[in-house]
Every structure is written in C-alpha cells, then in structure tokens.
C-alpha cells in the first residue's frame, strides 16, 4: 500500500471512528477524576482507571491491569504484542485531571463533554482524556487497515497532575515492565491548530510549601495593629522575593540565563495565546521563548488566608502559601527545590518563623531529535496535516514520568505531541478540545507507527 493510499485509508478509519471517539470521551471526562482525596472522592480515579482498562481489554490487550503506585492512586497498563521481529512502542497518557477551579465559572459543567463552537469543553477533554482516546483512535485505525504493525506497550497514569510520583517509583521498582523501542508521549501538544508539532524539551517541576507564623493566635486589628507582626504581609514580603522588578524569576543561586535555539515564540503571538491584557508587559528579559523554555520560573499557586468575603479586622497569626518552580534542562530538580526552600527561608521578614519543605518534583527533559522517530513522526505529520512541516519547540510545563523514561531506557526515542494548543486552555475554565486537532493527531499516530516499524524492519 502506497504512502497516499495508506493515508486515505486510515484517515477514513479514523472519521469513521470520530462519532464514537466522542461518546467515549464523554463517558471518561464525567470522572470527576482529581487525584487529591481532599478535593473529590478516590473512588472517581478508580471508576476512570476501570474505564480506560475496560477499553484496553476491548482492544486485544493482554495484562490489563491498573498498577497501585506508591502514592495510592492507579495507573493502568497493557501490552499488545506485535508481529515476529517487529519494535515495541510504548504510548503514554494520563486521566486524572487539575481541578476544575471555580465550577460556576464554566460556560458548560466541567465534567460533561458540550460541543460549542466547533469544540469540545470538557476538564480533560485536551489534558489528558483526549489523549487516551488519541491512542485508542490510532489503534483501531491501523487494525481496520492491515492490522498494528509494532508491538504496544500502553500506559496510563493516575496521578500526573499532582507531581506525587507514583508512576516513577512504579517503574524504577519494575525497570522491565515499560521497556520500549521508542516512547510516544501523548501528553503535549501543537503550537497552534493546524501546526504539527513536536515537543523536544521540557522543563522540570518542583513544589515547595512555605509557611510563616509570628504570632500565638489572631489578634484585634486595631488593639495591636502596627507593632505585632502580621504573617500575612510578612508571606506576602517572603514571596515578593522571587521576582526581580522586570519580573524574572529570582532564586538564590539558580541560574537564569539560558537561551533557546529552536523556534522562535513571537512576542505578539505570546501575548494572544496569553491574551495578556492590553498595556500590560511581559515579564522577564530575553526571548519569550528563551523566558518559557530555557529559564526558570517561579509562580505562587496558592495561598492559605482569610477570603475577603468573611473577613475580619484581624492581625495573621499564621499563612502559608504553594510555590511551583519550572527549571530548564541541566539543572536537577532536587537540587532546586533545595535552593528554593532556602531562598524562601532566608528572606523571613521581623524575625518571622518560616519552613518551607519541598512537596512534588519532576525532573527536566531533552530529546535526540536526530533519531529514526522523529524521522518516521515528521513524515507522518506532514502527510497528515497536508504538506505542514513538522515544528520542534519546547515546553514549559512538565510531565515527570519523561525524565524517568529516558533515564530507564536511554536507547529509547522518546516523541512528546498531544491535543493541547493555545485554544485548549488546558488548566483553566473552559478546557477544550478541537475534534479536527484530534483527529488528524489520531491519524498522525498511526501513520508514525507504520512509518516507525518499517524503518526499524526494513
């Protein structure tokens, strides 16, 4: 089968599959599958690991099984041998999910799939549910059309969005068990709808909880306002730290200063994907893609204080806040969070009492993008995207398993695409996917499996 007619055959097996695709991604994103016990019930992780390995098991998978990793929560494997001789891939995604923030604020509810606008909303419907369906679309296609050509290895984690590291502990516990020729992370995304797109770096990730206590209890504002310590402005002080005044990302003893040499991100297109408001700067010196790459960054996530709905004339005994610190390739995650909590530590304001611990890291990524899968995977992208080059860019946020993979089985290629683009708002209200981008991304898929297993056979 030629290279054109393989393509007409499994884009029309994948089309064919879009109506069902969408009922089943509707089935897996009314999980409300948050892996944080404190926010929604365990049981709806376990109801969406059932589901995915329902599917697999639908599939022909054999050792279908969820995994419990370390951290309580399940991620689900299964393999699927392939012919005599033949690669084994390995595809990755996730369906736990973030939160859905402020529930009220969704156009549609977060946990039922709403086509509107030529899309589909839904929390994890891009990040990472569509992703599992990608896989699945890419599978069924090549076994309508000839049958699946590599040996596949599927996993799919119960907890990446929380940084707890289950599934890395997993598999440095069972080395052999995800063992690949190359692995398709199915977790990043294009640059924009329509641009295949590549991720060849991503940064790493380290959470650090910071606290700050002055006083015994709350005090009368007015009693003892303005010579009892607030821990609330002392936090806020312990926090203002991190930044410089044009905004950079400032740790002590971290550097900052690493520059990007792939695809340029114009600041203009930044600011749409962004949608910075207008007369606002950004932030930081260098390139956009130098600054969401190649550089460190620091972002308050959360705070613990009064809300101002309820508030009372009050001087802080106590506050703590979260703070997540992005680091490029080349710096150790350990090693920063370390710097970070002494950063933090270093900075208490009066004499105020601060700890600061590190709760979540994952490692940074950089990928060979001379290998023959990349080679295999720009090939497919250009046939399925009508003639559109393949762009290799970097990411800023991180998927920790990566760097675990690469350090188990260095002689893995390992490929990072997705559904997500500028328009997914992946994260925040309003989460979306574009049906088209996960179609011709399904196709991609199988088409790269094609194209990879004749290019290790042949």
Known sequence: M???????AIAAAVGALMPRARTELAELVAFRSVADPAQFP??????????????????????????DTPDGTASVYGHLPGPEGA?????????????????AAWTSPPFELTARDGRWYGRGAADCKGGVLMHLLALRALRETGGVPVGVKVIVEGSEEQGTGGLERYAEAHPGLLAADAVVIGDAGNARAGQ????????????????????AGNLHSGAFGGVAPDALAALVRVLGSLHAEDGSTTVDGLAADGVWEGAAYPDEVFREDAGVLDGVRLIGSGTVADRVWARPSATVLGID????????PSVQASARALVSLRVPPGVEAGAAGRLLADHL???????ARVTAEVAGEGQPFRADTASPAYTAMAGAMREAYDGAEMAVVGQGGSIPLTNTLAGLYP??????????EPAARIHAVDESVSPEELERMSV???????????????
Request: net charge negative.
């Open 2 to 8: 030629g290279h054109s007619t393989e393509h007409a």
């Open 42 to 67: 365990p049981e709806e992780c376990r109801a969406a690991a059932e589901w995915v390995a329902a599917a697999l098991r639908a599939e022909g998978f054999a050792d279908v099984a969820p995994l």
């Open 87 to 103: 690669p084994t891939v390995l595809l990755y995604a996730h369906y736990d999910v973030q939160p859905p923030l402020d529930e």
């Open 196 to 215: 295949p797109t590549v991720t060849a770096m991503l940064r790493g990730m380290v959470l650090v909880r910071v606290q700050v206590d002055t006083l």
């Open 305 to 312: 204080c009064p809300p101002v709905v309820g508030a009372t």
């Open 345 to 351: 530590r270093s900075r208490a304001p009066w004499g």
């Open 411 to 420: 002689d893995a290629e390992i490929l990072l695409i997705g559904l997500s």
């Open 444 to 458: 991609t898929e199988a088409l790269f499996l094609r194209r990879y297993a004749a290019a290790r056979q042949g």
